[in-house]
Structure formats: structure tokens, C-alpha cells
């Protein structure tokens, strides 16, 4: 059988590996600074756990795993039922009881609620570990990818939401990608769907609204209208998903159109405070005023954010916001939340488009210690020396022509290569080769770290 992956998974080459660590230290440098502490939940969670949490389309993403056991006579009496629920897109616990995370965040909530006794709040936690969705791949979407979030807590300052704003723009400086982070607040969407009849239609009209880039104004309004929304609701819709121009303009345009309702005023004017704030703090930061942003899940309840990269053909980066009663989904009132997450796959392949990677990256191996068949203690000796300055070497695995052992050096790109054979063992020297240069000295073993630390 011929090898394959699972579609919508990859293999990460050490290349690839070190541009991805990169991009975690950058991240996780700028959590601790904020004051963020590290977490780490399981892989799978309880399938009611994930389930209703992140809307109908949602849902259907979520892989589910099947229960140990199925092939015992006694599991077989409903399988037949539980098999037909299971293709409806239903829950059944005779067939499934857990399921890989779709994010991080519903799992958040879930320590939270179950540990709130023993933590101290505001609780400032983040998380870098794979998440699983079984949509279907294309560039930029993978059905396994890396999530990086740092979520708050038990406040409802909107203090967070300013840093959460800036820990973006610091994030993107110091991975010098540029970017726009978009902004807009559930509290106005809420009110746009009471100006279309009431609050029951928030979720069709931000599931619809969450697709436009994907398939454009007239499915939105197409699936609006399925979604049981009239014409003239719709075309409120699409009046409010068209405001365009500058911060300024746009809410302008959201005070007058919706203005007259409470949720909205609410909405925009935490948005303005948090302008004024990131202005102020960070004046170079790009931080755009989006109607059109609706985050479709569920739980999102203020401040949403989603970050773009400029220049770049790809879909969000970056993505987050305000959701209050998040525990609340697991019997735990009043513990308010809010959150952002960055998409290191997506980053990755955006920074890889611009050549945007550090050059001193793929640095490895520094020196390569020749196997001249001499005693393999002396071979160890001289490697102990270099890795106890913290310069990184290989013995060459096995005495043979030394243009095999060039080549391995070549192959893999190591800079230096060491000999010491018997004439090097008699006057207690070593034989260097730099093999960028061509240049080739004789020293004490004692001065190889000073030489190759330059």
C-alpha cells in the first residue's frame, strides 16, 4: 500500500519547523508580556461539551469519535438507530460520546466552569495547541491547524478588548506583517436584527452575513430570504452590510441607520473607546471599523475583532471578542469573557508568500566533526566541548572517504567542518574548515568555541 496523509494534514520538515517555531515565540513573547499564563487541554473533549456551541454550521464541522467497544454484541442493539441519528448530523452516545476540539475557547470556557474555585480572577490564560474541523481543505483551510489564543476571565473591562488590540498590532510588528484588524460589535448586529422583527433573527442574519466574502451579496440576500427574512428586511440588511469609507464615515453611517436603539449606541461607543485608545498607544496600528464582520458562533456577545493581512490574498489571520456568559453554557453565571486567537497556519503561509521569514532561520548544525577512525572518545571530547557553549555539532556515524563526509556537510548546509586524525592527536591541535570561505586553520581544541561563536 502506498504511503498518504489524510487529506487536510501535513507533514512539517525541519525547514518548516523552524519557521513555525518562529512564529510561536513571537506569539508567546508577547502573551507573557501582557501577563498571560500557559494551559493546555485535551484533544477531545465530551461531545455535549463541543456541541450547540458554535451554531448549525458549526456543528456539522465538528469530527466525532467513535466509542471504543462497538464491535461487542451487547452495543449492537440500537446501532442501527444510533448509525441513522449519527448521519443526520445528530448526537448519539450509543455510536459517539467524544469528539476532537474545534477550537480552543468552548474548552476554555469548560476549565474555567469546572476549576473557578481555585483560580484567581481576572484569569489571563493562553493556549497554543491543534484544533480539528472537517471542513473542506483549500489553501489557507486545513481540516488540522494550530490555534494560538489568549482569552480573560471574570471582567467585563474593556481594557481587555484595548490590549487584546494591541497585542495584535505588536504580534504583526514584530513579525513585520503588515495588517488590517478589523472591528464591530454583536451589541449593533443586535440591533439590526431587532430593527428586522426582533432578536430571534440574529443568528440567520449573522450566519448569512458571515459568508460574504465566500459568496458574495446575492446569496447572502438569497439565504436571507430562506432564512424567512422579507424584502424590505433584506434590503435593510444589505443597506447595513454596504456602509464602506473610513473610520469615521462608517459610524456615521451606523448611528443613523440604527442609532435609535440602545444595543446599538452601546456597541459604538465601546468601539470608539477602543479606537481612541489603540490610536493613542500604537498610532501606526491599522484598525478598521467593519459592519460587515459577524463572527457566526454562537457566543460572541460585544467587541468582535478578525485580522487581515495586507497585500495578500487569504482569509482571516487572526480572529476573536467579547462573550459574557461563555460559562454559562456549562451551568456557570456571571463570569464574563473575552478573547482572540491568531491562525499560525495562515500566518505562516502569508509570511512564506512575502519571503517575509528571518534569514538566520535555518540555521542547524554548525560544525560537522570528521570520522578519521581514530578513538571515538577523542571524536566525543571535542563535541562535549563545543555543545557545552551551546554550539550545535555532529559526529560523522562511521570512519569512510572524507568526500562522503563533504558531501553530508554540504547536503545539510554546515558551515564548519573539524578533523583530528592522528597528526592533529600528536600535537594536540584540531584541523577547522570554514566551507563558505575555503579557509582551513590549525588550532588547540580549547579555542574552538571562541572561533566558531564569531
Request: hydrophobic fraction near 40%.
Amino acid at each position: 500500500m502506498k504511503p498518504s496523509l489524510p487529506q487536510g494534514t501535513r507533514d512539517f520538515s525541519s525547514a518548516v519547523l523552524k519557521k513555525r517555531n518562529y512564529i510561536f515565540g513571537v506569539i508567546r513573547n508577547v502573551f507573557e508580556l501582557y501577563g498571560f499564563e500557559p494551559l493546555e487541554t485535551p484533544a477531545m473533549e465530551n461531545i455535549e461539551t463541543l456541541m450547540g456551541k458554535y451554531g448549525e454550521e458549526g456543528d456539522k464541522l465538528i469530527f466525532k469519535i467513535l466509542n471504543n467497544g462497538l464491535h461487542l454484541p451487547e452495543k449492537h442493539s440500537n446501532a442501527q438507530r444510533d448509525f441513522e441519528q449519527v448521519l443526520q448530523g445528530k448526537t448519539s452516545k450509543g455510536i459517539s460520546e467524544r469528539a476532537l476540539r474545534y477550537d480552543l475557547t468552548i474548552p476554555f470556557a469548560r476549565y474555567v466552569a469546572m476549576n473557578q474555585g481555585q483560580l484567581t480572577f481576572p484569569f489571563k490564560r493562553y493556549q497554543m495547541q491543534p484544533v480539528w474541523r472537517a471542513d473542506r481543505p483549500q489553501r489557507g483551510r486545513y481540516r488540522e491547524f494550530y490555534q494560538c489564543d489568549a482569552d480573560i476571565a471574570g471582567s467585563s473591562s474593556l481594557l481587555h478588548e484595548i490590549e487584546l488590540a494591541l497585542i495584535y498590532s505588536t504580534v504583526f510588528n514584530n513579525l513585520q506583517l503588515p495588517v488590517e484588524i478589523h472591528i464591530n460589535n454583536r451589541k449593533i448586529l443586535q440591533a439590526l436584527a431587532e430593527k428586522c422583527g426582533g432578536t430571534s433573527h440574529m443568528m440567520n442574519i449573522t450566519i448569512a452575513i458571515d459568508k460574504l466574502d465566500k459568496i458574495g451579496m446575492d446569496k447572502v440576500k438569497q439565504e436571507l430570504r430562506e432564512r424567512g427574512l422579507n424584502e424590505e428586511r433584506v434590503a435593510l440588511v444589505e443597506k447595513y452590510i454596504s456602509i464602506k469609507g473610513d473610520n469615521q464615515t462608517s459610524i456615521q453611517q451606523l448611528s443613523t441607520l440604527l442609532g435609535d436603539i440602545e444595543s446599538a449606541k452601546d456597541g459604538i461607543n465601546e468601539i470608539l473607546e477602543i479606537l481612541q485608545a489603540v490610536n493613542q498607544t500604537m498610532p501606526s496600528t491599522k484598525i478598521c471599523v467593519c459592519p460587515s464582520l459577524a463572527r457566526g458562533l454562537n457566543y460572541y456577545t460585544g467587541t468582535i475583532f478578525e485580522v487581515k493581512a495586507v497585500g495578500v490574498e487569504m482569509g482571516s489571520i487572526g480572529g476573536g471578542g467579547r462573550y459574557d456568559d461563555l460559562t454559562g453554557l456549562f451551568g456557570v453565571k456571571g463570569i464574563a469573557g473575552v478573547g482572540i486567537s491568531f491562525g499560525v497556519d495562515r500566518i505562516y503561509d502569508v509570511l512564506e508568500e512575502l519571503n517575509a521569514f528571518p534569514e538566520h532561520l535555518q540555521a542547524g548544525t554548525t560544525a560537522l566533526i570528521f570520522n578519521t577512525g581514530i578513538d571515538k572518545s577523542h571524536l566525543i571530547n571535542v563535541a562535549s566541548l563545543l555543545r557545552n557553549h551551546h554550539i550545535s555539532c555532529e559526529i560523522f556515524h562511521e570512519a569512510v572517504k572524507f568526500d562522503k563526509q563533504f558531501k553530508y556537510a554540504e547536503k545539510k548546509q554546515i558551515p564548519f567542518i573539524i578533523i583530528i586524525g592522528d597528526e592533529e592527536l600528536a600535537k594536540n591541535t584540531v584541523t577547522v574548515k570554514n566551507l563558505k570561505t575555503g579557509k582551513q586553520d590549525s588550532i588547540a581544541p580549547a579555542s574552538l568555541p571562541s572561533m566558531l561563536s564569531l
